[in-house]
């Protein structure tokens, strides 16, 4: 079954904390892999991708994720965090011919000032 | 350039009741995506229109729910009759290609059953 799974359900930080967010996937065939954030209020939007080549992958915001085929894993890391970056993040896969989006179910982050 | 745009934000109905939600994906957009969220769960697919089609419905969980997209270009999802379950938050998202193109989501509609 095609399914994604995120370690952490609330993360709570400090000011320049460095982060990494776990996600583990699912899926038979080449993956396309997203992270997506939601601030308060405000609608998804996308952090980072990878389709191809190169699996670290830099995103907005100083984000960057990176794909390790072997273990099914496209984590996410910032290496200090910032109190506006206090957000829900979510990982997300399709299928190389793209089409729905399988997410994971958010990690809700909240970082201290 | 407008983004997606989502009608009404939120929307509070009793059990029994007929809601309609209704998205405007980005103009030139032929992709058009329904996904939900369950409180406290993940956000999961409902459907997707490639222009006025539907390209797969797999997600829509039974028939009370309807999606048209006439025209290709606004979508509605009509919930009908609606149930407690039914509550969550629908987002729509729209893309121009499918392969390599992001999904542009919408700011979703809070859709509570009582």
């Known amino acids: 079954a095609q399914s994604v799974s995120q370690h952490n359900h609330h993360v709570i930080l400090s000011e320049a904390a460095s982060l990494e967010l776990g996600c583990n996937y699912s899926?038979?065939?080449?993956?396309?892999l997203f992270w997506y954030v939601q601030y308060p209020g405000q609608h998804l939007q996308l952090l980072l991708k990878?389709?191809?080549?190169?699996?670290l992958v830099k995103g907005i915001k100083g984000f960057e994720a990176e794909f390790i085929k072997s273990k099914f894993s496209f984590n996410l890391r910032k290496p200090s965090v910032q109190w506006s970056d206090t957000a829900e993040y979510f990982c997300?896969?399709?299928?190389?011919?793209?089409?729905?989006?399988?997410f994971g179910q958010g990690t809700e982050l909240s970082v201290k000032p | 350039e407008a983004g997606v745009t989502q009608f009404p934000s939120h929307s509070v109905i009793e059990k029994g009741q007929t809601v309609t939600l209704r998205c405007d994906p980005i103009s030139g957009h032929d992709n058009l995506y329904w996904y939900r969220r369950v409180m406290g769960k993940e956000i999961k697919f409902l459907l997707h229109?490639?222009?006025?089609?539907?390209?797969?419905e797999s997600g829509m969980p039974n028939n009370r729910f309807l999606a048209e997209r006439t025209g290709g270009t606004y979508s509605t999802l009509k919930v009908q009759p609606a149930e407690l379950e039914d509550s969550g938050v629908y987002f729509c998202?729209?893309?121009?290609?499918?392969?390599?193109?992001?999904?542009?989501f919408g700011p979703g509609t809070r859709l509570t059953v009582l």
């Open positions: 899926y038979g065939g080449t993956v396309n």
């Open positions: 997300a896969v399709n299928g190389n011919q793209g089409g729905k989006l399988i």
């Open positions: 990878y389709f191809s080549g190169d699996p």
């Open positions: 998202a729209s893309t121009q290609g499918l392969v390599t193109n992001e999904q542009f």
């Open positions: 229109f490639v222009k006025e089609s539907k390209q797969d």
